[in-house]
């Protein structure tokens, strides 16, 4: 590894010989960021320290007043999966160099696999899951558990870890949770936990988070409520004012 770009900084060494890592970073609906730090708290993960560079975006994140570093790792043995969970977004020219180093620190753990969590803008309320993978025989793997991502692009973070993982030969998949808009979205989390749930049999259960969405559904609406109450009543005449062309 980079140390110049990535510094790996932990409290205690992993103690699964060949995990699977998962990583979760901020993106499209916070789908990544949201199922893998719910996994980690629903099965209680134990803290094996933390990534640092000076490519993330400098701040430092509180958690009841004391500082916790904003890009996490995460073990649970029993699973054989270790998490990699991020509040913080990587800048897309950083995205290259911290990709490659994130999948260097994986082959030098002799990680098996590696799965990305990630959103996808799709103009529905279905909340599917679309799965790709680094090497088609993991195709088989998935086409029963997910819809497959048949043609598009992967940006961002995530695009560059699976781009390293082909070039590497790391078997990988990457699950898009599907939501409609850019605003967080526990139910499409609530998706793709579900699908990792098939593929992997990590048996965690969705109910709190479903609870959790509810709840910022209701907020959300009535947010929107009170912003149309607070609307002007003449603001309709504003386009007879300032017409629109086109």
């Not at 103690?15 to 996994?39: D, R």
């Not at 430092?60 to 500082?67: D, I, K, M, N």
């Amino acid at each position: 590894m980079d140390k110049d770009i990535v510094q790996v900084i932990l409290e205690r060494e992993p103690s699964i010989k060949n995990p699977i890592l998962i990583e979760g970073f901020p993106g499209i609906g916070l789908v990544g960021n949201i199922a893998s730090q719910y996994i980690v708290n629903e099965l209680k993960m134990t803290y094996l320290g933390a990534m640092s560079s000076k490519y993330f975006p400098p701040l430092a994140v509180l958690l009841g007043g004391v500082v916790n570093m904003p890009v996490r790792i995460y073990e649970d043995a029993n699973l054989g999966i270790l998490i990699l969970t991020a509040d913080v977004p990587v800048h897309p020219l950083a995205s290259y160099d911290i990709g490659k180093e994130i999948v260097s620190w994986a082959e030098s753990i002799n990680a098996k696999e590696m799965v990305c969590l990630a959103g996808i803008t799709v103009m529905s309320d279905e909340h599917r899951v679309f799965g790709a993978v680094s090497k088609k025989e993991l195709l088989e793997k998935i086409k029963d558990m997910t819809e497959i991502f048949e043609l598009g692009t992967i940006t961002g973070i995530t695009g560059s870890i699976m781009n390293e993982c082909r070039i590497r030969n790391l078997p990988a998949i990457c699950l898009l949770g599907e939501t409609a808009s850019a605003e967080p979205d526990p139910r499409a989390a609530i998706a793709a936990i579900e699908t990792l749930n098939r593929i992997y049999g990590l048996g965690v259960s969705t109910a709190k988070l479903a609870e959790q969405a509810q709840q910022i559904e209701v907020q959300m609406a009535q947010l929107a409520q009170q912003m149309r109450a607070a609307q002007p009543e003449e603001q309709p005449k504003m386009a007879k004012e300032f017409p629109m062309y086109g």
